[in-house]
């Protein structure tokens, strides 16, 4: 228990440092801006909202450029950036990419998840903040709480279920 929240994990809590990941030249954190962007980059339609992505990175018209800004939920992408890692959970795969997961889409592309209970990965970006829960350290980033843990002797995150619960 944390607070109100009941937290579900499968793998043991193993302490290690967060070092925010860099996903490459072309992938940006969250309210970095932009003058320009790249011609190649798609327009995604999401609630009467415009959002150009590229590369796995959402924009956002701002100021005569382009704001970086969290992927909208539900959207659907024609295709998963470069260096996407597949993340198999239970029965299902999910591909992973610079804090976000997604899922194959009916019809073709990719849809934005919320974070699968259960995955684990290797990285996450700058700007996941800590919460300290009595002895346990988790990292937020994008909604999702991650436990840090170690699989095969390597450091890595797992995505943790939080319910709430009532008192």
């Keep these: 228990m944390w607070g109100r929240r009941r937290v579900y994990t499968y793998h ?8 925010p990941y860099v996903y490459g030249a072309s992938w940006h954190p969250v309210g970095f801006f932009l003058g320009a962007i790249a011609a190649t980059a798609t327009i995604v339609a999401i609630n009467n ?3 150009r992505y590229d590369a796995g990175v959402f924009y956002e018209p701002s100021n005569g450029g382009y704001q970086v800004v969290a992927p909208p939920a539900g ?6 950036p470069p260096d996407v890692a597949t993340i198999p959970v239970g029965d299902e795969t999910f591909y992973y990419f610079g804090g976000v997961f997604y ?7 990719y849809q934005i ?3 699968p209970a259960g995955a684990i990965v290797f990285n996450l970006p700058e700007g996941a903040t800590t919460e300290q829960a009595g002895d346990i350290t988790y990292l937020q980033y994008n909604g999702a709480y991650y436990q ?3 699989v095969d002797g390597q450091d890595a995150y797992e995505v943790v279920d939080m319910e709430e619960v009532d008192q």
């Design 103 to 109: 899922a194959a889409a009916e019809g073709g592309g």
């Design 49 to 51: 909202a415009e959002y």
């Design 148 to 150: 840090p843990v170690q």
């Design 75 to 80: 959207a659907i992408v024609p295709s998963l």
């Design 113 to 115: 998840v919320p974070a």
């Design 12 to 19: 043991r809590y193993y302490y290690h440092p967060y070092r």
